[in-house]
Each structure stands twice: as structure tokens, then as C-alpha cells.
């Protein structure tokens, strides 16, 4: 469509609508998203009220003036339209229907079929971006647990500026999302993994077969990848069930049996090690001591750190990390000494410190904590007992050359492997998904150079967060001199308005852009971990 101030001129109509200056002067652009598969947006001057809403025309985005466009109020999911003469809105109609027919016409997608190797937050996200890509692609997604099965180390994610900006990639997608996060102190949201896999799969399954069409995606739970055979491009599953494919998507995690077939056949280079620190997380009941939103860190000798996080939808989730070989922080082993170890874990500084904090009076913030008295904690039985048996986590560090080798593409955690101290681990694999999503729904006519550039893109934008991690782990970590050492440094980027933490949080600011600003200190960084980092032993 060709926009002109008072005029709408629509190429697919035989004649232009006009509007003298007295009239309503819609405004109405078509463009032609790689993310959103076609998009209609008017503009309407909001003196006319009112609202329509308008539903399966590919959630067309349809505004007011407005920057944030209202929502059906009869609780529908489509956007809403202001009230428009009967034409206009026609007209919209059609441009909308248009674009929904030709919104995609992508060689690498269309009748293909696609597996997807893992029912996480990454291979749900990429099923999601592949529909709205093309209407007759085929994918089956396999993942080796149950379905809404929680694990005992599932712990909080940061729904952070990052991760949300992805998830505005699938309209309707974030709000689903944010539905399920608990509140936070600093106004971020935290999901649990399993609570953001289940909301993505259900709205997943919502929007697979609107309409009537027939059901593109299928999503086989308890059922894993087993063996793969990249020459007859075939897997095999963990039921015996044989699936060919186009195209294969590891999406497996950490532990990915894809990634493991191109290691092994397809010299594909892995640099990957362990953290020495292991970490749990317990669930924990509401509690009558912590506000629903407390975010506190753990104190305790036998703990390197930790904090206790919001759950949704009540309660909270300790997640402590220790040193040392044992499956137990201390070497514990009963459920008595796992609580008094926690419960002094979360307590306030003893009393006798209580007169050197409490300086309000000279200027300094009063002091709120519960100081004076032990904290009382509230424990699951059944929680407790389930972390003394569960085997600790690792901390991973995990690069690869390259994410992709001839019909096989690497995403999320089976491409890179990161510490989870910048909480950026998922919102990375979100955004390289959408990268990957994008290129396959491209002209290309070459599924290796869609692949390639998928690749080139997010290869070092992954190296960099990966590298990032350490540093901030080195800082954090760091004696008294070092940090007396780095304050003119912090303190001139903060005149500049780029603060380490401040850049994190801008979409916009690549992870690579960073690591360049801090450039000194990843020296310093990779030689603390050369020092303390285990080789990973890949299991037989």
C-alpha cells in the first residue's frame, strides 16, 4: 500500500479511497515482516471511539493512533479496530486476507519436514516462528520427558528486556509468558523452565490447527533422540520409531545428542569444560518471614553462593551453589542438617552487629531487616528429601566452531553453554532462534547458505556472552585490590551512561559490543578460569 497524507491508495484495489481533510483520514500501511508473515497497520484518529475486534486474519496488526494498539474488550485474542466507515474497514480486510495467502512462499520450509530434537523453551520457540514462516511445513518435536514434568534443579529465569524482546516475535506469545511469572523487587519477572516450556507448548498447540487447517506440529513427549544417521538423514528414537527428516534441530541441551553426532562425524570443534561449584534448588512453601517477592542471597561458610527467588504461582525456590566433590553442600546428609544449614543460610546479620548498621540517624538508609531474631523458615518434606537424593548441577562452558553442517542446525543450550550468573542463557537462545527462523524463511534456495549465515551471525555473539559470564564471575569473585583497582573504570562508564549492567539490559547493544568495552578484563578472567575449570567427560 502507498501511504499519502488524507489519501489511502491500496495496489490491489482498482480505485483509491480519498478524504478531505473533515473526513476520518485513514492512514493504512502494508508491510511485509520477516517475523510477524505480513502485517497491516491503520491509523486512526481516536475522536471516533469505539472498538472492533477482529480475530484469524493472521492476528493482523490493527491500531489506533495509539503506540500500544488496545486489546479486544470482550476478551477476544485479536487486536483492536477503531470504528471506521464500513469501507474502509473492508478494504483493511482484504489487504489482511492478501497477506495471508502469500505471507509465505519459503523453498526451505515449505512440504518439509522438520525435527526438532528437544521440547524446551528453544525448539518450542522455533516451532512456533517455522508456522508463522509456512503453512505446509511438517515438524515433529521430540522430547525425552513427560509432559509438565518439573525437575528438581528447575530453577528461575529472568524474564529480562532481552528475553522479551524475542518473545515479541510471536504476537500473543509474551503475555502468555509474563501471565506465569512471579513479581520480583527490582520489577523483572521470574519463570520457572518448566512453567515457560508448558506455557510455550499450550500456546503452541493453540495456534498449530486454528482455523480447521490441518495440524502441521506434533510434539511426542517421553520420547528422545536415541541414535541419528546424518547420511540417510534419519533418527531413531528412544521407542524405536524411525523419523526422516529435512532438516534436524538440536535443541537437546547441554548434554545434546546432535551436537554429539557432529563432534564425532562431522568434525565439528568443541571447547568444553565444568565449573568446579555444583548447585540444587529446593522449592519452598509461601513464607511467613519473606515477602512473596524476596529476592535474598544465602550466607552460610559451606555455600559459595545463592539466593532465594520468587516462584510463581506462591512460595520460593532456594538455589545454592557449593564447592568441593560432595552431592551436598557440607557433605550432608540428613534432612535436619539440610534445614538448620539453610535457615542460618537466610538469616539476618547476628545481633551483635545490629549497632554498627543501624546509622540511620547520621544519614545512612534504616535498616529493615528482622534484625534481633531468627528468621523462621517453612520446608517441604517431600522437597527437601527429593534434593538430598537429586544429582547437583553443573555450571557448563561450552563453545563450538560452528552451529550448523549440512541439514543439521545447533540452537539454544546444545550451542553454547554458559554460566547462569548474567541470567542470559535463554533470552541468547531465543534471539539465535529467531535469527535461525528467519533466514530459513527466507528466498534462499540453499538450505547450507541459510544455515551458514545462521552461523556467521550468532557464533560470535554466543563466544561473547559465554566470555562475558566469566568475567563477571572474576569480578565478582574479585579481593579488595582489584576492586579498588576497577572503581575509575566503572566510575567513567557510568559518566558515559554504559555501565556494564546498563548495557546488558539494552536490547539493542550486542553481547560482542560489550566484551569489546571490557576488553581488559577478559585476559584476566580466562586466566582464573584455566585455573579452576574441570574437562567435561562426555558419558559413554
Same mark, same amino acid.
Not at 77 to 95: F, T
Not at 201 to 223: H, N, T
Given at each position: 500500500?502507498?501511504?499519502?497524507?488524507?489519501?489511502?491508495?491500496?495496489?490491489?484495489?482498482?480505485?483509491?479511497?480519498?478524504?478531505?481533510?473533515?473526513?476520518?483520514?485513514?492512514?493504512?500501511?502494508?508491510?511485509?515482516?520477516?517475523?510477524?508473515?505480513?502485517?497491516?497497520?491503520?491509523?486512526?484518529?481516536?475522536?471516533?471511539?469505539?472498538?472492533?475486534?477482529?480475530?484469524?486474519?493472521?492476528?493482523?496488526?490493527?491500531?489506533?493512533?495509539?503506540?500500544?494498539?488496545?486489546?479486544?474488550?470482550?476478551?477476544?485474542?485479536?487486536?483492536?479496530?477503531?470504528?471506521?466507515?464500513?469501507?474502509?474497514?473492508?478494504?483493511?480486510?482484504?489487504?489482511?486476507?492478501?497477506?495471508?495467502?502469500?505471507?509465505?512462499?519459503?523453498?526451505?520450509?515449505?512440504?518439509?519436514?522438520?525435527?526438532?530434537?528437544?521440547?524446551?523453551?528453544?525448539?518450542?520457540?522455533?516451532?512456533?516462528?517455522?508456522?508463522?514462516?509456512?503453512?505446509?511445513?511438517?515438524?515433529?518435536?521430540?522430547?525425552?520427558?513427560?509432559?509438565?514434568?518439573?525437575?528438581?534443579?528447575?530453577?528461575?529465569?529472568?524474564?529480562?528486556?532481552?528475553?522479551?524482546?524475542?518473545?515479541?516475535?510471536?504476537?500473543?506469545?509474551?503475555?502468555?509468558?509474563?501471565?506465569?511469572?512471579?513479581?520480583?523487587?527490582?520489577?523483572?519477572?521470574?519463570?520457572?523452565?518448566?512453567?515457560?516450556?508448558?506455557?510455550?507448548?499450550?500456546?503452541?498447540?493453540?495456534?498449530?490447527?486454528?482455523?480447521?487447517?490441518?495440524?502441521?506440529?506434533?510434539?511426542?513427549?517421553?520420547?528422545?533422540?536415541?541414535?541419528?544417521?546424518?547420511?540417510?538423514?534419519?533418527?531413531?528414537?528412544? @521407542?524405536? $520409531? %524411525?523419523?526422516?527428516?529435512? =532438516?534436524?534441530?538440536?535443541? *537437546?541441551?547441554?548434554?545434546?545428542?546432535? !551436537? +554429539?553426532?557432529?563432534?564425532?562425524?562431522?568434525?565439528?570443534?568443541?571447547?568444553?569444560?565444568?565449573?568446579?561449584?555444583?548447585?540444587?534448588?529446593?522449592?519452598?512453601?509461601?513464607?511467613?518471614?519473606?515477602?512473596?517477592?524476596?529476592?535474598?542471597?544465602?550466607?552460610?561458610?559451606?555455600?559459595?553462593?545463592?539466593?532465594?527467588?520468587?516462584?510463581?504461582?506462591?512460595?520460593?525456590?532456594?538455589?545454592?551453589?557449593?564447592?568441593?566433590?560432595?552431592?551436598?553442600?557440607?557433605?550432608?546428609?540428613?534432612?535436619?542438617?539440610?534445614?538448620?544449614?539453610?535457615?542460618?543460610?537466610?538469616?539476618?546479620?547476628?545481633?551483635?552487629? @545490629?549497632? $554498627? %548498621?543501624?546509622?540511620?540517624? =547520621?544519614?545512612?538508609?534504616? *535498616?529493615?531487616?528482622?534484625?534481633?531474631? !531468627? +528468621?523462621?523458615?517453612?520446608?517441604?518434606?517431600?522437597?527437601?528429601?527429593?534434593?538430598?537424593?537429586?544429582?547437583?548441577?553443573?555450571?557448563?562452558?561450552?563453545?563450538?566452531?560452528?552451529?550448523?553442517?549440512?541439514?543439521?542446525?545447533?540452537?539454544?543450550?546444545?550451542?553454547?553453554?554458559?554460566?547462569?550468573?548474567?541470567?542470559?542463557?535463554?533470552?541468547?537462545?531465543?534471539?539465535?532462534?529467531?535469527?535461525?527462523?528467519?533466514?530459513?524463511?527466507?528466498?534462499?534456495?540453499?538450505?547450507?547458505?541459510?544455515?551458514?549465515?545462521?552461523?556467521?551471525?550468532?557464533?560470535?555473539?554466543?563466544?561473547?556472552?559465554?566470555?562475558?559470564?566469566?568475567?563477571?564471575?572474576?569480578?565478582?569473585?574479585?579481593?579488595?585490590?582489584?576492586?579498588?583497582?576497577?572503581?575509575?573504570?566503572?566510575?567513567?562508564?557510568?559518566?558515559?551512561?554504559?555501565?556494564?549492567?546498563?548495557?546488558?539490559?539494552?536490547?539493542?547493544?550486542?553481547?560482542?559490543?560489550?566484551?569489546?568495552?571490557?576488553?581488559?578484563?577478559?585476559?584476566?578472567?580466562?586466566?582464573?578460569?584455566?585455573?579452576?575449570?574441570?574437562?567435561?567427560?562426555?558419558?559413554?
Amino acid at each position: 500500500a502507498e501511504v499519502d497524507e488524507g489519501t489511502l491508495a491500496l495496489t490491489d484495489l482498482t480505485e483509491p479511497i480519498s478524504s478531505d481533510a473533515d473526513a476520518i483520514q485513514p492512514i493504512i500501511h502494508a508491510t511485509s515482516n520477516s517475523n510477524l508473515g505480513g502485517s497491516v497497520v491503520v491509523a486512526i484518529p481516536s475522536a471516533f471511539g469505539g472498538n472492533h475486534c477482529l480475530d484469524g486474519i493472521n492476528r493482523p496488526t490493527i491500531t489506533t493512533s495509539a503506540a500500544r494498539p488496545p486489546r479486544c474488550p470482550s476478551g477476544g485474542d485479536g487486536p483492536a479496530l477503531a470504528l471506521a466507515p464500513d469501507e474502509v474497514i473492508r478494504r483493511v480486510l482484504v489487504v489482511a486476507a492478501k497477506q495471508q495467502q502469500t505471507r509465505s512462499s519459503s523453498p526451505l520450509l515449505d512440504d518439509k519436514r522438520v525435527c526438532i530434537s528437544g521440547g524446551g523453551p528453544c525448539g518450542l520457540f522455533l516451532a512456533l516462528l517455522l508456522l508463522r514462516k509456512s503453512p505446509t511445513v511438517r515438524i515433529t518435536i521430540l522430547e525425552k520427558g513427560r509432559r509438565d514434568e518439573g525437575g528438581a534443579n528447575a530453577f528461575g529465569i529472568g524474564l529480562g528486556p532481552r528475553l522479551l524482546h524475542s518473545l515479541n516475535a510471536v504476537p500473543g506469545l509474551r503475555d502468555e509468558v509474563e501471565s506465569v511469572g512471579a513479581e520480583s523487587p527490582s520489577g523483572m519477572k521470574i519463570i520457572s523452565r518448566t512453567d515457560l516450556s508448558g506455557r510455550m507448548a499450550s500456546f503452541l498447540e493453540g495456534v498449530d490447527g486454528k482455523g480447521g487447517r490441518r495440524r502441521q506440529c506434533q510434539i511426542r513427549y517421553g520420547e528422545g533422540c536415541a541414535e541419528i544417521d546424518l547420511g540417510a538423514k534419519e533418527v531413531t528414537t528412544t @521407542a524405536g $520409531r %524411525r523419523i526422516s527428516y529435512d =532438516l534436524l534441530i538440536g535443541a *537437546d541441551g547441554i548434554n545434546s545428542a546432535v !551436537r +554429539r553426532a557432529l563432534v564425532e562425524e562431522r568434525d565439528m570443534k568443541e571447547e568444553h569444560y565444568l565449573a568446579r561449584a555444583r548447585w540444587k534448588a529446593l522449592r519452598l512453601p509461601p513464607q511467613p518471614d519473606f515477602a512473596a517477592n524476596s529476592m535474598k542471597p544465602l550466607r552460610h561458610p559451606d555455600l559459595r553462593g545463592g539466593r532465594l527467588l520468587p516462584r510463581y504461582p506462591e512460595g520460593h525456590i532456594i538455589l545454592a551453589f557449593w564447592g568441593g566433590d560432595g552431592s551436598n553442600p557440607g557433605n550432608l546428609t540428613t534432612v535436619e542438617e539440610l534445614k538448620a544449614m539453610l535457615t542460618d543460610a537466610l538469616q539476618d546479620d547476628p545481633p551483635r552487629r @545490629a549497632a $554498627r %548498621r543501624d546509622w540511620w540517624w =547520621l544519614g545512612a538508609a534504616k *535498616d529493615v531487616d528482622v534484625v534481633g531474631r !531468627r +528468621r523462621e523458615i517453612v520446608f517441604d518434606d517431600e522437597a527437601i528429601n527429593l534434593f538430598l537424593k537429586t544429582r547437583p548441577g553443573r555450571s557448563h562452558y561450552m563453545k563450538v566452531d560452528r552451529f550448523h553442517d549440512d541439514s543439521v542446525v545447533l540452537v539454544g543450550d546444545a550451542a553454547h553453554g554458559m554460566s547462569s550468573l548474567l541470567g542470559q542463557g535463554c533470552a541468547t537462545g531465543l534471539k539465535c532462534t529467531e535469527v535461525l527462523a528467519d533466514e530459513l524463511g527466507s528466498e534462499s534456495n540453499r538450505l547450507s547458505d541459510a544455515l551458514e549465515r545462521y552461523s556467521k551471525q550468532c557464533v560470535l555473539e554466543a563466544h561473547a556472552i559465554t566470555d562475558l559470564n566469566l568475567m563477571a564471575s572474576a569480578v565478582s569473585q574479585a579481593g579488595p585490590i582489584l576492586k579498588v583497582l576497577l572503581l575509575p573504570f566503572v566510575l567513567v562508564q557510568k559518566m558515559m551512561g554504559r555501565t556494564f549492567f546498563e548495557q546488558m539490559g539494552k536490547v539493542e547493544v550486542p553481547y560482542l559490543q560489550i566484551l569489546r568495552e571490557n576488553w581488559f578484563l577478559i585476559p584476566l578472567a580466562r586466566l582464573r578460569w584455566r585455573r579452576e575449570r574441570m574437562p567435561f567427560q562426555r558419558k559413554a
